[in-house]
C-alpha cells in the first residue's frame, strides 16, 4: 500500500473503491484537511502501490492499516468501505468511528437482502476485463456516474483521473470483484462497538438505496444520511454536503 498524507487534526484513514486510487477523493480532502489529518491510501495493485504484489485481502489489510494509525477514524467508499468495516470489526480500541460511503455490508441480492445488484454483474465484469481490459474500465466508470445531477461533468472528472496514477493490475481487479460477490458482513454488524455514519447517493446503480438504511439499521447507534442528487461516488457529485456530513459525524466522536 501507499500512503499520503495531509492536512492536520485527528486522523481520517481514506480508503478508495475498485479499480481506483485515492486521487479521487481529492475534492473531499480540500474540504476536510484544514480540520484533518488525512491518510489516503492506495490499495495494492491499485495507484502509486500498483506494482504491489500483495493480496487484496481486507482483514490483513486493515490491521496493518490500524497499526500505522491508530486512533484514526476510518472513510471506506464501496470496496474501500470492507476494510473499514473490517478495521472497526477487528480492531475496535484502535477505531475511532466509521464512515461508509456508498458501501453495503453485502453488495449483491439475495433472497433476504433486495438492496443489491443482480449476481451475475461482478462475474461478468471480471470475464469482459480479460476481453477488453480498458472498455471495461471506462464502462465501470460510467456506470459509477450514472444516476448523478450532473453524470457528464462527473464521468468527465472520474475519466480524466482514475489512470491518472497508471491502470490498475488486472490481477488484483479480479480480486476485488470475487470480493464484491461473495462478502456478507451483515451479521457482524451487531458487533460493531464503534461509531458508524452510512452515507449513500439516492441515484446510486451499484449501492441501491435501500441497502444503506438497511445496513446503519443493523449496526448499533448508526446513522444513515443520503444524498439526493448524487451517484455512487457522492464525495464528486455534492463534495460539499458529503464535508458536511462527515465533519458532522466525526466532530461526534470521543476525542482520540
Same mark, same amino acid.
Given at each position: 500500500?501507499?500512503?499520503?498524507?495531509?492536512?492536520?487534526?485527528?486522523?481520517?484513514?481514506?480508503?478508495?473503491?475498485?479499480?481506483?486510487?485515492?486521487?479521487?477523493?481529492?475534492?473531499?480532502? +480540500?474540504?476536510?484537511?484544514?480540520?484533518?489529518?488525512?491518510? $489516503?491510501?492506495?490499495?495494492?495493485?491499485?495507484?502509486? +502501490?500498483?506494482?504491489?504484489?500483495?493480496?487484496?485481502?481486507?482483514?490483513?489489510?486493515?490491521?496493518?492499516?490500524?497499526?500505522?494509525?491508530?486512533?484514526?477514524?476510518?472513510?471506506?467508499?464501496?470496496?474501500?468501505?470492507? $476494510?473499514?468495516?473490517? +478495521?472497526?470489526?477487528?480492531?475496535?480500541?484502535?477505531?475511532?468511528?466509521?464512515?461508509?460511503?456508498?458501501?453495503?455490508?453485502?453488495?449483491?441480492?439475495?433472497? &433476504?437482502?433486495?438492496?443489491?445488484?443482480?449476481?451475475?454483474?461482478?462475474?461478468?465484469?471480471?470475464?469482459?476485463?480479460?476481453?477488453?481490459?480498458?472498455?471495461?474500465?471506462?464502462?465501470?466508470?460510467?456506470?459509477?456516474?450514472?444516476?448523478?445531477?450532473? +453524470?457528464?461533468?462527473?464521468?468527465?472528472?472520474?475519466?480524466?483521473?482514475?489512470?491518472?496514477?497508471?491502470?490498475?493490475?488486472?490481477?488484483?481487479?479480479?480480486?476485488?470483484?470475487?470480493?464484491?460477490?461473495?462478502?456478507?458482513?451483515? &451479521?457482524?454488524?451487531?458487533?460493531?462497538?464503534?461509531?458508524?455514519?452510512?452515507?449513500?447517493?439516492?441515484?446510486?446503480?451499484?449501492?441501491?438505496?435501500?441497502?444503506?438504511?438497511?445496513?446503519?439499521?443493523?449496526?448499533?447507534?448508526?446513522?444513515?444520511?443520503?444524498? &439526493?442528487?448524487?451517484?455512487?461516488?457522492?464525495?464528486?457529485?455534492?463534495? &460539499?454536503?458529503?464535508?458536511?456530513?462527515?465533519?458532522?459525524?466525526?466532530?461526534?466522536?470521543?476525542?482520540?
Amino acid at each position: 500500500m501507499r500512503v499520503e498524507t495531509r492536512g492536520q487534526g485527528p486522523a481520517l484513514v481514506l480508503v478508495h473503491g475498485w479499480a481506483m486510487h485515492s486521487g479521487l477523493f481529492g475534492p473531499l480532502a +480540500a474540504r476536510l484537511e484544514d480540520r484533518y489529518t488525512l491518510h $489516503l491510501v492506495d490499495l495494492p495493485g491499485h495507484g502509486h +502501490a500498483r506494482t504491489s504484489t500483495a493480496a487484496l485481502e481486507p482483514a490483513a489489510l486493515a490491521g496493518e492499516l490500524v497499526g500505522q494509525f491508530p486512533g484514526a477514524a476510518w472513510l471506506g467508499w464501496s470496496l474501500g468501505g470492507l $476494510l473499514a468495516l473490517h +478495521a472497526a470489526l477487528g480492531h475496535p480500541e484502535r477505531v475511532r468511528g466509521v464512515v461508509m460511503v456508498a458501501s453495503s455490508p453485502r453488495f449483491v441480492l439475495g433472497t &433476504d437482502w433486495p438492496h443489491g445488484v443482480r449476481p451475475s454483474l461482478f462475474r461478468e465484469f471480471g470475464e469482459a476485463l480479460g476481453r477488453d481490459f480498458r472498455g471495461t474500465l471506462e464502462g465501470f466508470l460510467a456506470l459509477e456516474a450514472l444516476g448523478s445531477e450532473d +453524470a457528464q461533468r462527473e464521468l468527465r472528472q472520474l475519466r480524466a483521473q482514475a489512470f491518472e496514477r497508471g491502470e490498475p493490475d488486472p490481477r488484483i481487479l479480479q480480486e476485488g470483484l470475487r470480493l464484491l460477490d461473495s462478502v456478507d458482513l451483515r &451479521d457482524d454488524l451487531a458487533q460493531l462497538r464503534v461509531p458508524s455514519l452510512w452515507l449513500s447517493g439516492r441515484r446510486d446503480r451499484l449501492v441501491p438505496q435501500g441497502a444503506m438504511p438497511a445496513a446503519a439499521a443493523l449496526a448499533p447507534g448508526a446513522r444513515a444520511v443520503q444524498i &439526493d442528487q448524487a451517484g455512487h461516488a457522492p464525495f464528486l457529485g455534492a463534495p &460539499d454536503q458529503v464535508a458536511d456530513a462527515v465533519d458532522g459525524f466525526l466532530r461526534t466522536l470521543p476525542s482520540p
